[in-house]
């Protein structure tokens, strides 16, 4: 039953009972629409939850719409994501305890990432410990933003090569690595002139930062952070492509070179305002 509006300019109660008398869904909802409206007045909501529930948030927008729950231009919008399926194909079951707990995930990945760093080096424990959790958290973050929020996807997060978080902050190490090269050397890295590309691999890099600014837009006006992930991963291959047929440091020509790594400089800063 919906109260019907009295003489005040307050919002009218919305109650949804069963016969029995106890709360839907749907009651507690229009609730936190109420509350939400109460403490943000928001100019939108939007709603990520499973996609298998958009009739559900259909009901509930109209509802809160009918009822005066929100102002007319309020947007509510939902977001519906895929689930996330075990080895069967099929949506774990979190009433009956069969999803992977995430504490358990981030365990599992951070003792992995462990065990690459320290396989090959000798390093400090307990800083190769500290290093892990943070490339470990990329990996969950990235592996799970990067896939498209409406698709299913199985229980497993991406390894650390290819489209991965790891990956893109080995690509920013790498950059990085050669910046602190040349500063070493006596130079300075200062915004300036790039020059026009030299070669095939350095105009598509080029080219690929150019599309930052579109690609931020779109992926807010679709809300979709996946297509961040794309940008990324995408920009990345084009520097490591780049790196692997320059020889950026050896480079004889003085003006080449502080266009070469005003390149880099810029890559990093992109790819490190994405990343964030």
């Known amino acids: 039953d919906v109260a019907k509006e009295s003489d005040t300019k307050e919002v009218p109660p919305c109650i949804i009972l069963k016969s029995d008398g106890a709360a839907l869904y749907t ?3 229009l609730a936190t629409i109420i509350e939400r409206r109460k403490l943000f007045d928001p100019d939108e909501i939007i709603y990520v939850v499973d996609k298998r529930q ?26 519906g994501f895929g689930t996330m399926n075990g080895k069967d194909g099929k949506p774990f079951k979190t009433r009956e305890g069969g999803g992977m707990r995430l504490e358990h995930l981030i365990a599992d990945i951070n003792e992995e990432m462990f065990r690459k760093i320290t396989e090959n080096h000798e390093v400090d424990e ?8 943070l490339v470990g958290l990329s990996a969950i973050k990235y592996g799970d933003l990067s896939n498209q ?10 390894s650390f090569e290819g489209n991965t978080g790891p990956y893109i902050l080995y690509t920013i190490v790498r950059i990085k690595s050669i910046l602190n090269k040349y500063r070493a050397g006596g130079n300075a890295v200062e915004k300036g002139h790039i ?11 080029m080219l690929a930062l150019t599309g930052f600014n579109s690609m931020i837009q779109q992926a807010f006006e679709e809300l979709a952070p996946h297509k961040i992930c794309s940008f990324i991963y995408d920009l990345a291959n084009d520097f490591n492509h780049f790196y692997h047929e320059t020889k950026i440091l050896s480079e004889e020509d003085a003006d080449r070179k502080r266009s070469y790594i005003e390149l880099l400089d810029l890559t990093r800063e992109v790819l490190e305002t994405s990343i964030d």
């Open 27 to 29: 009651t507690t909802d």
């Open 54 to 79: 958009e009739m559900h948030f259909i009901q509930v927008f109209r509802c809160a719409r009918k009822t005066g729950l929100v102002k007319e231009d309020t947007g509510l919008k939902f977001l």
């Open 126 to 133: 307990a800083e190769a410990r500290e290093t892990a959790k």
């Open 149 to 158: 929020a409406s698709k299913d996807y199985l229980d497993k997060f991406p």
């Open 195 to 205: 020059l026009v590309p030299a070669g095939e691999s350095e105009k598509a890099l």
